[in-house]
């Protein structure tokens, strides 16, 4: 089962450089997340949707913009990386909210130098 | 707006019973979870409570739930070395997703 899948899982980037972390959940989920965790610190919502077409902003969404296109794909855009955006990211998702089990995807980690 | 804490750090012996706590701000909150995070890994959902109950109890994970004071609790029995990792207390926000405090790193000793 792969359940959810994140790409790439480490990537260094130059400041101002653009990016992708690919997410996809083979699980015929509504809903999808993507949150960041800073060293030591809990995960932060960075986007979120409960649909294709559908996506709205998290508690930090400065920085990054998503699509959903499609069910299964959530990518999460970085646009003129900032060593603040230096953090591990996961995707998530879940079926119906918050009744269901949210799974993770085994994360992204992104330094920015 | 939302808010859940954590205390950072636990030291326990292996054996022992370990005791998480958290605190959380939302009086809303419908569902409380509690996950693992295991060095370099995604994370594991352990067990979650629904708000009308007081107890959860899943093999060696008691879960208690004090609503009137917003306090929610994680207990392991019989720690072993395997439990070592940060564990993550969350609330259901309005926001249909997840809101998650800082962790505890729970370290066992042999």
């Known amino acids: 089962n792969a359940g959810v899948t994140q790409t790439p899982k480490f990537r260094i980037l130059k400041i101002g450089q653009s990016m992708t972390l690919q997410c996809a959940q083979d699980?015929?989920?509504?809903?999808m997340y993507w949150y960041r965790q800073d060293p030591g610190m809990g995960l932060k919502l960075i986007y979120y949707?409960?649909?294709?077409?559908?996506?709205d902003k998290g508690e930090v969404p400065n920085g990054y913009n998503v699509s959903r296109s499609t069910t299964e794909d959530f990518p999460l855009r970085l646009e003129l990386a900032a060593p603040s955006q230096t953090s591990v990211y996961f995707c998530?998702?879940?079926?119906?909210?918050?009744?269901?089990?949210?799974?993770f995807g085994e994360g992204s980690w992104l330094t920015v130098v | 707006g939302e808010d859940v804490e954590q205390s950072l750090f636990l030291s326990v012996r292996e054996g022992d019973s370990s005791v998480i706590n958290c605190t959380y701000t939302?009086?809303?909150?419908?569902?409380l979870y509690w996950y693992k995070q295991e060095p370099g890994a995604g994370l594991q959902l352990l067990t979650y409570?629904?708000?009308?109950?007081d107890m959860k109890q899943d093999q060696r994970l008691t879960v208690l739930l004090n609503k009137k004071d917003k306090h929610l609790s994680l207990r392991i029995a019989d720690t072993q070395t395997g439990d070592s990792a940060i564990y993550f207390c969350?609330?259901?926000?309005?926001?249909?997703?997840?809101?998650f405090g800082s962790g505890t790193r729970l370290q066992v000793q042999p």
């Open positions: 998530a998702s879940s079926s119906r909210g918050r009744e269901s089990t949210i799974y």
């Open positions: 699980m015929n989920h509504n809903y």
């Open positions: 949707s409960v649909g294709a077409g559908i996506t």
């Open positions: 939302d009086s809303s909150s419908t569902y």
């Open positions: 409570i629904f708000s009308n109950m």
């Open positions: 969350a609330d259901y926000t309005g926001r249909r997703a997840l809101t």
